[in-house]
């Protein structure tokens, strides 16, 4: 089996002490191309890989592994091959014909069938045995080795260390289960560090508000009526005045939205979530700004500028995460009928809620949130603004940081039960 080594990438910087503009520009001579391709590891071609190592001089054989890599980075001198000694790394891209044919290293007679049975264009296969255009991912020239059993140094050459050979595993496992083994590992893999990377954020959280003597719960500025954990408020002050802060006509922010009046959008909340994360991805504008902890002040309003996020990352609502709010294994812990009591609603205003076209209001999020004790970011991901202040208590810290890592629990379940259902092949395939 083969393995890329996307903890090295992802490290690049700090094992160089360089920021990740630095790194790009070495690399691609370019400031933001690096940080794409740790952003979409599907991306990362087998040529980023190569400039990386011709780059910084590092042997091929750090990347592609015949075991998983350990997520532990060393000193840099154990990666580094003196300038004198490096030889250039290469990638054949036109031994990718070899692959197919009567001949071919796969059994497969026609590049026609190759094609559909990689599920790559006939096109793309072509382009990419050009050495000029290449565009062949690693994932995809590891996961064809690993399937048919090749050995990587067909397709790359490096002079500097041996590459290792395909190892056959001694069980009956065809190499297809081992790759959908190998994605479960990596999916896993992932869970941790995204675990680790949270917990280490909520970390550096604590310490900030500490510093800052957020964290005294008996600070009455930071209680407000007694409250340790206070509700949520949404910002009205912001959404009334959307369409004079964004400079179009009202009738651009109904459509916009995707609604039918004005007034429609914002009496007693009735403005669905679908239509201001609408809103919110068209004006590049962070809920963030939306839902704050009741601090009893009203926010200002500001102008566009003070909203707009650059860098803007897609914010997307998932009505189906409702789900995680009830049952046993739950982010709240309560069933399901606890749920309908407590939130006073209907079975079929929760199965509304969690559809696709879901008609969850901005009253809606705030009952939950408010009720269950929960954040309006269990159901929206939203990347930007992160740096904006929360003046939270440390009671709100606590809760959030325990109820969103039953959260990242839930999801890594959900990825290991699709695996094991849809991605596993029986033996004798």
């Not at 041996?162 to 959908?180: D, F």
Request: net charge neutral.
């Amino acid at each position: 089996m083969y393995y890329f080594n996307s903890f090295l990438f992802n490290n690049l910087p700090k094992l160089f002490g360089l920021s990740e503009k630095g790194v790009s520009e070495k690399v691609y001579g370019k400031s933001y191309m690096y940080k794409r391709k740790v952003d979409n590891q599907d991306n990362i071609l087998v040529h980023d890989i190569v400039m990386v190592c011709n780059t910084f001089h590092i042997s091929l054989s750090n990347f592609i592994m015949s075991a998983p890599p350990e997520n532990l980075l060393g000193n840099r001198f154990k990666y580094v091959i003196p300038d004198e000694d490096f030889k250039e790394v290469r990638f054949i891209p036109e031994n990718l014909r070899w692959l197919y044919g009567p001949q071919g290293l796969t059994k497969i007679p026609s590049l026609a069938e190759f094609s559909r049975q990689s599920g790559i264009s006939v096109t793309s296969i072509v382009r990419w045995q050009n050495p000029k255009i290449g565009g062949c991912t690693v994932n995809w020239l590891i996961g064809i080795c690993n399937r048919f059993g090749i050995d990587i140094d067909v397709f790359m050459e490096d002079e500097n260390e041996k590459l290792e050979k395909y190892a056959a595993t001694e069980t009956e496992i065809s190499p297809r289960v081992w790759q959908e083994i190998s994605e479960l590992k990596e999916a896993i893999r992932q869970y941790r560090q995204e675990r680790i990377s949270l917990l280490d954020e909520n970390r550096k959280l604590k310490a900030r508000i500490k510093e800052t003597e957020l964290v005294a719960e008996e600070a009455t500025e930071y209680t407000y009526a007694d409250r340790k954990v206070r509700e949520w408020k949404a910002n009205w002050r912001l959404l009334e005045n959307f369409h004079i802060v964004v400079g179009v006509p009202r009738r651009k922010v109904i459509q916009d939205a995707g609604m039918q009046n004005f007034s429609e959008l914002f009496i007693e909340g009735n403005m669905l979530i679908t239509s201001l994360v609408k809103l919110c991805n068209k004006y590049h504008i962070s809920t963030r700004h939306i839902f704050y902890r009741d601090n009893g002040i009203v926010p200002e309003v500001n102008v566009y500028d003070y909203y707009r996020s650059d860098n803007w990352k897609t914010v997307v609502f998932h009505p189906e995460y409702v789900n995680d709010f009830f049952g046993k294994e739950s982010v709240t812990g309560i069933n399901r009928s606890e749920l309908l009591e407590r939130m006073n609603i209907s079975e079929w205003k929760l199965r509304a809620w969690r559809k696709e076209n879901s008609t969850m209001r901005i009253k809606d999020m705030l009952e939950i949130c408010n009720r269950l004790e929960v954040s309006p970011y269990y159901l929206i991901s939203d990347h930007n603004r992160m740096d904006l202040s929360s003046g939270m208590t440390s009671a709100e810290i606590l809760l959030e940081e325990n109820r969103m890592l039953r959260q990242q629990v839930i999801r890594l379940k959900e990825k290991l039960q699709k695996k094991n259902g849809e991605g596993f092949l029986p033996l004798d395939e």
